[in-house]
């Protein structure tokens, strides 16, 4: 069913074509080419457009009259530096020469996703209706799937492929995150001659700081200031200083609430003292959380246990796709590729775990 040579082979071709976020081009021509092959409906979206890339969302549809409807979806593009990639397989493994990413962040979810779809067509395997997703610019602010109108194709289950670790660990739990920067707003005046007419910004953030809640708040919920920058010169009273504040929490209110209650001191301490408070924190994207027995978590574990991978449930520090969807109100999980040390130039995947990944993803659609 499964090939690993087909595996291997599309992996490779893909990962050469180089894809920076907002310029997935010439990889979304070449998946729609694919997915037309495979006997797909389909169609690019105006995302592209939106945020100034030059290729939208790649939307493929299989359709099955009356049946759920699964999303299987992967992002294009890849970190830099990815400008050529010539991937190397040794020993079961393939990674890059150590002069770029290799891309398997998320390619290696893209093959999986063909070779599922490649499985169904030769073995005419019966299957719910199908909507394939290929995002644009996921890895600059998640900003393919936060442009893709999911509502227009009434998905009863998302499968995102876009986490690192083993085949079977399935994240169903990832923090909501806000950043940006707060900003006091004092007044400059001499230091030496008359510092009773200046306000120095760093104390009205000292007197602040203390009276927020940083680090760990709780066991779901974060929050550092992570740069500091301002002044000019000893002699002249600190007129401005930029915080780079950021706060995550698994649970969405928790940090909404947090959020509400750091700007309420900065304001109150910024007006004793006569400064003004400039907020340009921003949430950017929403949490959420599936229970264990949640449909869509027994479909991914029972399609782990037959071909004999452990499941497991697990939570991610980071945003994907997955947020976006759960948020329009989709079940979505974020599934593991294999994709290991992501981001760096030592990125490597496992075949084998291409392989197990393609095996789990045909069990799904098997239900
Ligand atoms: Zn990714």
């Known amino acids: 069913m499964v090939q690993e040579n087909r595996i291997v082979k599309n992996f490779l071709e893909m990962?050469?074509?180089?894809?920076?976020s907002k310029n997935e081009r010439e990889i979304g021509d070449y998946l729609i080419n694919v997915l037309k092959e495979?006997?797909?409906e389909v169609t690019e979206d105006n995302a592209g457009k939106i945020n100034g890339g030059n290729c939208g969302n790649i939307i493929g549809v299989l359709k099955a009259d009356g049946k759920k409807k699964y999303l299987f979806s992967a992002h294009m593009d890849t970190v830099v530096?990815?400008?050529?990639i010539n991937p190397i397989v040794e020993n079961g493994i393939i990674k890059s020469d150590g002069t770029s990413v290799l891309g398997g962040d998320d390619k290696g979810g893209i093959a999986a996703i063909?070779?599922?779809l490649q499985v169904i067509k030769e073995n005419k395997l019966d299957h719910p209706e199908i909507v394939v997703v290929f995002s644009m610019a996921e890895e600059i602010g998640l900003l393919g799937s936060k442009a893709f109108e999911i509502e227009k194709y009434s998905i009863d289950y998302g499968f995102i492929l876009d986490s690192s670790g083993k085949p079977g660990k399935i994240i169903t739990k990832a923090p909501s995150a806000a950043r940006g920067k707060l900003t006091i707003v004092g007044k400059p005046a001499h230091a030496g001659i008359s510092p009773e007419n200046g306000i120095n910004a760093l104390t009205v953030a000292a007197h602040a700081i203390t009276k927020i809640k940083l680090g760990r708040v709780d066991a779901e919920t974060t929050s550092n200031i992570g740069v500091v920058s301002g002044g000019q010169a000893t002699n002249i009273v600190m007129p401005t200083v930029e915080l780079d504040y950021e706060a995550r929490s698994l649970s969405n209110e928790k940090l909404n609430l947090l959020l509400e209650e750091t700007?309420?001191?900065f304001e109150k301490v910024c007006k004793e003292f006569g400064a003004t408070f400039?907020?340009?924190v921003n949430v950017e994207y929403p949490g959420f959380a599936l229970d264990d027995n949640e449909n869509i978590v027994k479909i991914v574990m029972d399609a782990c246990k037959s071909i004999g991978l452990k499941g497991e449930t697990a939570s991610s520090g980071g945003g994907s796709d997955t947020n976006i969807y759960n948020s329009?109100?989709?079940?979505?999980?974020?599934?593991?590729?294999?994709?290991?040390?992501?981001h760096t130039l030592e990125e490597y995947i496992e075949i084998k775990d291409l392989v197990d990944l393609s095996r789990m993803l045909v069990?799904?659609?098997k239900g």
């Open 328 to 342: 329009k109100g989709i079940p979505s999980v974020n599934l593991a590729v294999g994709m290991t040390k992501v």
């Open 81 to 84: 530096p990815c400008e050529k």
């Open 114 to 116: 063909i070779e599922m």
């Open 15 to 20: 990962v050469k074509i180089s894809s920076p």
């Open 363 to 365: 069990e799904i659609i």
């Open 38 to 40: 495979l006997g797909l």
């Open 278 to 280: 400039e907020n340009k």
């Open 263 to 265: 700007f309420e001191v």
